[in-house]
């Protein structure tokens, strides 16, 4: 399968900073480590993975706008076009030897996502997707999975971060979903949740509290997998709202219901 100029420049920029990351990942115990809030970690591999996809993109296409994790928002001469760029998505698992972790880019295109890449470079595994052009591991075209009853279903989710509040509202959540599907699973990489809801791996995910950088190009390419997302409203602000509930069509709005469920109601 050949794939496009524009594709190619994400996948060379996310590989090179995968590459990166499996060497710090390799001797995890000698990076140095900051705290840039409570239970909020940054490491050099951050930094180093952050710089050389800068790097890539501003010499790949000079003069489109920047998100990014840890250097923030970095404006371009193109305001049309904007990389929304997580370097390495599930730095706790990294700095504890988990191999659960991944680089996230996405394009924005005039306030559109339309096309991203996620790697996760411990396992080999690079999820690619563009606006209408599908959804795939690989080059294997990934598709949701099909089941449409929640008791079948094993379903991601995250935790709220420690000094972010709102854990009271997770426990309701959870203690909603459990008593309704089969299994409950948590990462620690919301990038890599959503890949695994566009491969099938997982019937559904739900998380609030997270940014942009985190999501931008997991939802395309579960779009492209022929799932669904929304925020917890049942809207479309994920990006700026940083709450999504996936799934497929049936257990995306079966699974919003659910989360939401009150507590009075049970
Ligand atoms: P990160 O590793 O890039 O920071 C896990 O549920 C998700 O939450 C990950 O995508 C992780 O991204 C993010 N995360 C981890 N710690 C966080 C914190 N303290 N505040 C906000 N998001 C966090
Ligand atoms: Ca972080
Ligand atoms: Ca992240
Ligand atoms: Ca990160």
Not at 92 to 111: D, W, Y
Not at 182 to 189: A, K
Not at 193 to 214: C, I, K, P, Q
């Amino acid at each position: 399968m050949a794939r496009s100029a524009l594709l190619n420049v994400m996948v060379q920029a996310a590989m090179k900073a995968g590459r990166s990351l499996s060497r710090d990942f390799g001797e995890v115990q000698n990076l140095q480590v900051s705290l840039k809030g409570p239970g909020d970690y940054v490491s050099q591999a951050d930094r180093k993975a952050e710089d050389i996809i800068f790097a890539e993109l501003s010499k790949a296409r000079p003069g489109y706008g920047f998100l990014m994790e840890e250097r923030g928002a970095v404006e371009g001469e193109d305001s049309q076009h904007r990389w929304i760029v997580d370097p390495l998505d599930g730095t706790t698992n990294f700095l504890h030897g988990i191999p659960l972790f991944a680089v996230s880019i996405a394009l924005e295109r005039q306030g559109q996502i339309v096309a991203g890449v996620i790697y996760n470079p411990a396992m080999d595994e690079l999820y690619t997707t563009e606006r209408g052009g599908g959804a795939f591991m690989n080059d294997r075209r990934l598709r949701v999975a099909g089941r449409i009853k929640l008791v079948d279903t094993v379903i991601g989710c995250g935790m709220p971060h420690l000094g972010r509040g709102h854990h009271g509202n997770f426990l309701v959540e959870l203690r909603n979903v459990m008593a309704e599907v089969s299994g409950v699973r948590r990462l620690g990489s919301a990038a890599l949740d959503l890949a695994y809801v566009a491969a099938g791996r997982m019937d559904g995910f739900w998380e609030t509290g997270l940014s942009a950088w985190d999501i931008a190009a997991g939802m395309l390419l579960i779009r492209e997998a022929g799932g669904f997302v929304s925020d917890m409203d049942g809207g479309q602000d994920m990006l700026d709202n940083g709450s999504v509930v996936a799934g497929n069509e049936v257990i995306q709005r079966a699974l919003l219901k659910t989360v939401k469920k009150p507590l009075a109601s049970r």
